[in-house]
C-alpha cells in the first residue's frame, strides 16, 4: 500500500479534477436525503433522481409513505431495483422515525443504523452530507479506486477500505474526498474502461501502468 504522503498527493491531483465534488442525489431535507441513498443501493443516481423527482412531490413526509399501501409504494418506485424490499424498508424506517425520533431523522450514527434499510453506508452519507459530520462513505467507486490506486489492498474489506482512508486523509477532508472518489470512480477510472492514458494519477498507478502495458501489446 501507498504511504499516507503518496495517498494525500493522489486526493489533490482527484481535487484539480472534481474541485466541485458533491453528493449528486437530489434532495431538500435529511429525511429526502436518506430515502435517495436508501433507494440507491446497487442502482444509479441518475435512476433514483428520476424516481423520486416525483416520489418527493407525491410524499414529503414519513407519514405520508405510511398512509398507502405497501404494493401502491412498490408501484411508485419500480423501476429501482430491490424495489419491493425497498418499499418496505422504507415504511419500517418511517415508522420508526415517527414513534423513536418525532418524525425527525437522527443526526448521529447508533440511531441512524437502527433504522430498516440503513447500513453503514448510507448513514455515513446521511452524516456527511446532511449533517456536516465528516465521514468517508465506501460506495463500489470508492472501494474500486483505492484498491486500483494502492491506498487500500485489493484483499481488505468495505470496512478496512473505510478505515484505511480515514487513516490517510485528514479528517477535515472526509467528506470532500468521498465525493472526489466517487466522481473520480464514476467519471474517470471507471469499472471497465478507466481513461489511463489521460490520468494525471497514471506515474503513481500501478494498476494503471499494467494497463497501458496491456494496450502496448495488443
Known sequence: MISKKKTVDMIDKIDTMFPDAECELVHQNPFELTIAVLLSAQCTDNLVNRVTRDLFMKYRTPEDYLAVD?????????????????AKNIQKLCRDVIDRFDGEIPSNYEDLVSLAGVGRKTANVVLSVAFDVPRIAVDTHVERVSKRLGIARYKDSVLEVERTLMQKVPEERWSKTHHQLIFFGRYHCTARNPKCETCLLLEDCREGQKRMKRKDVQ
Open 70 to 86: 405497501l404494493p401502491e409504494l412498490e408501484n411508485d418506485i419500480r423501476s429501482i431495483g430491490l424495489f419491493r424490499n425497498k
